[in-house]
């Protein structure tokens, strides 16, 4: 194993390499020799995860095997976890991350190991220490999961499209797989892992790997299996079960989704496998073998979430006219940043963001064109400028690249910091070393740290090294250190192109000034051209421009669920009384926090005339979201349970 590592071996810690370093490798293939068997942990101090309880240089799980049972009436998942460690011949214990699971027993195989769950977190939940034999390899937790485990959302027959059965899906990332997977829950320690899933007869299960075996019926049951034989952050593992139905839409790619939402689904999906052919192209083999995904039904709270060879989509990007398919773009690229060069902590989360924002928009271009990804890229740059603005502005802390979430939940770091200054970033690096140079530095970068974690520092050595070799003025015009760590935007940003919404920005200087409103031209204009009228509209509009708007161009109706949020949000923030159907209708209808929280939060927000409205509006929406999304939204202190922490 250790020639493998030969490169990296001086930065990085493989416990594994020392006990067998005399081992010749056992795989001989180009494409596989790539895939570590064990994936080194990295020992610097900015490799330590504060989100986590492992102690991952003392001994580390390297792949996970759960049998676990679906219990749609207990809403419990229960089984076994069986771990295989990697340690230190002294260790004394593995410390793995638990949030609220209720175990049974924990054994090597054979004979009980003593263990002790330590005080908990609120966010973070508690570490499971599990005390070592000196020849433990293994471990066998016998375990349930709670039935408010915060990674998995159960849905009844009523909230799916079918009506008829019932639904379970899991979200891992940050840091939500602890409560229902006993392990080492953080993104520097990569495991391999499989899984045998029961569930009753009629369903289905998927996951974020390939399927091992065809599955089996038997006895009101059927086992599903699956087998995930490189190492990923255990925060890709994911778990959906429901009456599901795949369509084949390329020779590696497809969609799965309940059987009255596939054709819509499917239309949607269909330049998918061009995307993948068009990832390749610039950043190297997709090396995951298939590329399917999972539609959701409307509770899913993300627009997408990359689980490796199934990404998870919400239904609200089915516009009808393909014209939220960046989505896909997005979640497909993660397939290299993220998912094969994973931030070792949240503190680099940019690194899988940012850089996904940035592969993206270059996915866009080369199937969707020029223009397309230049208003992207011009969107992207305003939310740019509005996280910073939202974060303590140009000396802010938070809109450094690289930030410190010690003591803080990873959901802080969840801004377009990271999406958009990341991805600002790369475009500058773009501009100012050439495409081509760009493009090949990139391929080398994931292939030189393909299934490893990565840190900002290990990112910024790897750009000195084959990118800037040495060469001073170049050094000095990408101002490398100022983009990551430094709070604002380094001067040397890459503007977007001014003439990408030429038209929308006539058109609401013409509106702005009290003109009438070209309901034609709307017509005529892209989503994007239209999200860039109504977020660059006088943010203050009395109500009869108010009137012109909704009148001529049906805002409150509209079906494109990114159009709707954009008119939305105008409109509570002008407290237009005619939106306020239009708002209840939208966020009791789907339950994606980037929609939902936004707009329940600035009613909130504004006591007098929002307030109740946000209060009788979430009684009703609540049960309809995922536990991530309430946990923020309970915090707004609208519903009789939850703490009012603004008051
Ligand atoms: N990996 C993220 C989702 C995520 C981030 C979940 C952090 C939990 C914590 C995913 O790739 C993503 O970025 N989704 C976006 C869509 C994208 C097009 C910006 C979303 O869900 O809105
Ligand atoms: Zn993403």
């Not at 260790?91 to 054979?110: F, H, P």
């Not at 330590?118 to 499971?128: F, N, Q």
């Not at 990804?373 to 740019?384: E, F, T």
């Not at 929609?595 to 929002?610: H, I, N, T």
Request: some cysteine.
């Amino acid at each position: 194993m250790m020639r493998l590592f030969a490169a990296t071996a001086a930065a990085l810690l493989l416990l594994s390499s020392c006990e067998k370093s005399d081992e010749a490798p056992t795989v001989t293939d180009k494409a596989a020799a790539e895939v570590p068997k064990i994936a080194p942990v990295l020992a610097t101090a900015d490799a330590v995860d504060p989100h986590s309880y492992a102690k991952p240089l003392e001994a580390r799980v390297y792949h996970v095997a759960l049998d676990l049972n679906v219990d749609f009436d207990t809403r419990r998942v229960s089984g076994t976890a069986t771990l295989d460690i990697d340690r230190k011949p002294d260790a004394k214990e593995i410390v793995l991350d638990d949030k609220g699971l209720e175990i049974q027993s924990i054994t090597d195989g054979d004979k009980p190991l003593p263990y002790k769950v330590g005080a908990a977190d609120e966010s973070l939940g508690a570490p499971l220490a599990v005390t070592l034999n000196p020849d433990t390899k293994k471990l066998v937790i016998t375990y349930k999961s709670a039935p408010n485990a915060e990674a998995l959302q159960w849905l009844s027959p009523e909230q799916t499209a079918g009506k008829q059965h019932p639904y379970l899906f899991s979200q891992g990332e940050a840091i939500y797989n602890r409560t229902w997977i006993p392990t080492q829950d953080s993104p520097g320690i990569r495991q391999s892992w499989e899984a045998k899933i029961h569930v009753p007869a009629p369903l289905t299960a998927v996951m974020s790997a390939p399927r091992a075996a065809e599955p089996l019926t038997q006895g009101g049951e059927t086992v599903f299996a699956f087998n995930m034989d490189k190492p990923v952050a255990p925060y890709l593992i994911a778990i959906a079960v429901g009456d599901l139905k795949f369509r084949s839409l390329g020779p590696r790619t497809g969609v799965w989704t309940e059987p009255s939402m596939l054709d819509a689904a499917a239309s949607e999906l269909a330049d998918t496998e061009k995307m993948v052919d068009a990832a390749e192209r610039i950043f190297g083999p997709y090396r995951w073998g298939r590329y399917d995904m999972l539609v959701l039904p409307p509770s899913f709270p993300l627009g997408g979430m990359e689980n490796p060879t199934l990404t998870f989509l919400t239904p609200t990007f089915i516009a009808g006219d393909k014209s939220l398919v960046s989505l896909v773009a997005h979640e497909l690229a993660h397939s290299w940043s993220g998912n094969l060069a994973t931030n070792a902590t949240w503190s680099d989360f940019w690194l899988n963001e940012g850089t996904t924002t940035y592969a993206e928009r270059r996915i866009v271009e080369s199937i969707y064109g020029k223009k397309a990804a230049a208003q992207q890229v011009s969107l992207g740059v305003d939310a740019m400028n509005k996280a910073v603005a939202e974060n303590g502005g140009p000396t802010g802390a938070d809109t450094k690249l690289h930030i410190d979430l010690k003591g803080r939940h990873p959901d802080d770091g969840l801004t377009d910091i990271a999406y958009e200054k990341g991805s600002a970033f790369l475009r500058t690096v773009e501009a100012v070393v050439g495409r081509d140079k760009f493009d090949a530095y990139m391929r080398g970068w994931f292939d030189r740290h393909a299934f490893q974690p990565v840190t900002s520092a290990m990112f910024l050595a790897d750009l000195r090294e084959h990118l800037v070799k040495g060469d001073k003025a170049l050094e000095a015009k990408l101002q490398l250190d100022n983009w990551v760590y430094k709070p604002g935007i380094p001067s040397n940003l890459v503007k977007p192109d001014p003439q990408a919404f030429a038209d929308a920005d006539k058109a609401v200087a013409a509106f702005a000034r009290g003109g009438p409103l070209d309901t034609a031209q709307w017509g005529k204009w892209s989503t994007d051209e239209r999200l860039r009228f109504l977020n660059k509209l006088p943010r203050k509009l009395p109500k009869a421009r108010l009137d012109t708007l909704e009148q001529g161009l049906k805002l409150n109706e509209i079906r494109n669920s990114e159009v709707r949020f954009a008119w939305l949000a105008l409109a509570i923030g002008n407290r237009y009384d005619p939106a306020v159907p239009s708002v209840e209708q939208f966020v009791t209808s789907q339950g994606r926090g980037k929609f939902v929280r936004p707009l329940l939060s600035a009613l909130a927000d504004d006591k007098q005339w929002g307030r109740p409205k946000a209060v009788s509006i979430y009684a009703k929406a609540r049960p309809l979201y995922h536990p991530s999304v309430t946990q923020r939204i309970d915090k707004l202190g609208l519903s009789g349970t939850a703490e009012d922490t603004k008051s």
